[in-house]
């Protein structure tokens, strides 16, 4: 080595340091981005924040070693440094933050359900077990932080008015209960279609409910409950029929609305009713919807008159011979 070249080799620790940083961002960038992936993938409960930090760092390693390799000056670094910004926040957004808020949205829709299937059982007038209550508590807090954590206004909104409103007797009832986790689990579907998962259908909510002496009268006589009864599951026997119909109607549309599948719609209205009907009726008149069929028919679009093809028609089919199935209950249940 010529005396000229020991004289320019770096002297101290920080000198050598200096000459190798662009190295040792790459590694340090490389270390990060090594990091943030094996701090999700082998944490079963990984922290958010601690992974999106581990990302920023590995990009902003990466953002400093092309300004180290392009000799920029300093518009060149803050327009860089910007871009990496942004990058990063597009990449946080849709790739992490929706995708993991999507997880816990179904993944709270499915405890809603799972809460809700546990009044099938129950008397209306039972008092709910403390370890029910106490489940669907922690249910409605922990569905009103994920409601906070979107930042969407329209849904908090939603999620405060869906509530039920009675008397502070009553709320320890099975009957009250089980309304109040109808209505919220209805309100959850709504969110989660609106901006999660789409292929969920929304459920339509005006509330508040209003649920007044829920509580059994002892002057009033068993048959008049069981009228009561009667009326409730005719008037929603009702309303499925008139979804129902309303499907058929756009399953028949030369331009049906966007985003609309018939046979989703009809899986979907399927799977509604006879949920319906195995939490509120005896057994029989499941095995009954389950088992209808009627004689297939050709149907055609309107008003172009193109006949139906393949699932489409199917599904028109299906959801007629069902929808004589819930008129026939209905006409069961006289007022």
């Known amino acids: 080595m010529t005396p000229e070249e020991t004289k320019n080799q770096p002297s101290t620790l920080w000198d050598r340091i200096k000459a190798k940083r662009n190295d040792i961002f790459a590694l340090v960038g490389l270390l990060a981005a090594f ?14 924040l601690c992974g999106l930090s581990l990302i920023a760092l590995a990009a902003l390693c990466a953002a400093l070693v092309i300004i180290h390799i392009l000799e920029f000056g300093l518009l060149g670094r803050i327009l860089t440094l910007a871009i990496t910004g942004i990058c990063l926040s597009i990449f946080a957004k849709y790739v992490v933050v929706t995708p993991a808020l999507k997880r816990e949205f179904v993944t709270g829709l499915q405890a809603g359900y799972n809460l809700r299937d546990e009044c099938g059982n129950r008397g209306y007038y039972e008092q709910t077990p403390s370890w029910m209550r106490d489940a669907q508590e922690r249910w409605k807090a922990t569905v009103l932080g994920l409601v906070q954590r979107g930042g969407h206004s329209d849904d908090i909104q939603l ?7 009675g008397l502070a007797k009553d709320s320890n009832y099975n009957g009250f209960r089980c309304t ?10 709504t969110i989660v279609s609106r901006h999660y998962d789409p292929t969920i259908k929304q459920n339509p909510y005006t ?36 979804r129902n119909t ?37 057994s029989t008149y499941l095995a009954r919807f389950k088992a209808t069929v009627g004689t297939n028919m050709l149907y055609k679009t309107f008003p172009s008159g193109r006949f139906l093809e393949g699932k489409e028609n199917d599904a028109v089919n299906l959801l007629a011979f069902s929808a004589g199935t819930l008129d026939q209950f209905i006409r069961e249940f006289p007022n």
């Open 35 to 48: 990091g943030s992936w094996g701090y999700t993938a082998l944490n079963p409960q990984p922290s958010l």
């Open 207 to 242: 509330g508040p409910v209003y649920v007044f002496n829920p509580t059994p009268d002892s002057a009033q006589a068993p048959e008049e409950l069981e009228k009561q009864k009667r009326l409730t599951i005719r008037a929603e026997l009702g309303k499925l029929l008139g």
């Open 159 to 165: 999620w405060s008015n869906s509530q039920l409103v």
């Open 180 to 189: 109040e986790m109808a209505v919220k689990t209805a309100a959850l579907e």
């Open 246 to 282: 309303k499907i058929r109607e756009d399953c028949q549309r030369d331009e049906a609305p966007k985003g609309f599948s018939c046979w989703t719609e009809w899986l979907h209205w399927r799977y509604q009713t006879r949920s319906y009907i195995s939490r509120n009726m005896e």
